[in-house]
């Protein structure tokens, strides 16, 4: 069983940085690929950034360039260094973490909101 709680959401002005984190329990999570989505109310969710437990990552292209995903597998954590933030990206942002397909769990998430 693993569980993911994400912090670091908030509020911020168009232009700026944020870096949400994602704190991960479970013994075996650094063989697990990790992942933030986002959603917003009536859209589906959708990813943002993955990275896989080899470090590979991979991007969404409104994001590319601006968000870096990230993974400490001996503190257990997950972030997601965003910058140059839009107010398109106001959203609620999960973290995931994915093994299988049938072994896949989410945290509650974490609201970011980008707006002078």
């Known amino acids: 069983q693993v569980q993911l709680v994400e912090s670091g959401g908030g509020l911020v002005q168009p232009g700026g940085p944020l870096r949400p984190s994602c704190a991960a329990s479970?013994?075996?999570?650094?063989?697990?690929?990790m992942a933030w989505y986002r959603q917003t109310p009536g859209k589906q969710r959708e990813l943002v950034a993955r990275?896989?437990?080899?470090?590979?990552?991979n991007y969404a292209d409104s994001v590319r360039g601006r968000f870096i995903i990230s993974r400490d597998n001996a503190k257990k954590l997950v972030y997601l260094q965003m910058s140059s933030l839009k107010p398109e990206d106001t959203a609620k942002y999960y973290c995931?973490?994915?093994?299988?397909?049938?072994?896949?769990?989410w945290g509650q998430g974490t609201q970011v909101t980008v707006s002078s």
């Open positions: 995931n973490a994915r093994y299988t397909d049938a072994i896949n769990y």
């Open positions: 990275i896989t437990s080899g470090g590979g990552t």
């Open positions: 479970g013994n075996m999570i650094k063989n697990y690929v």
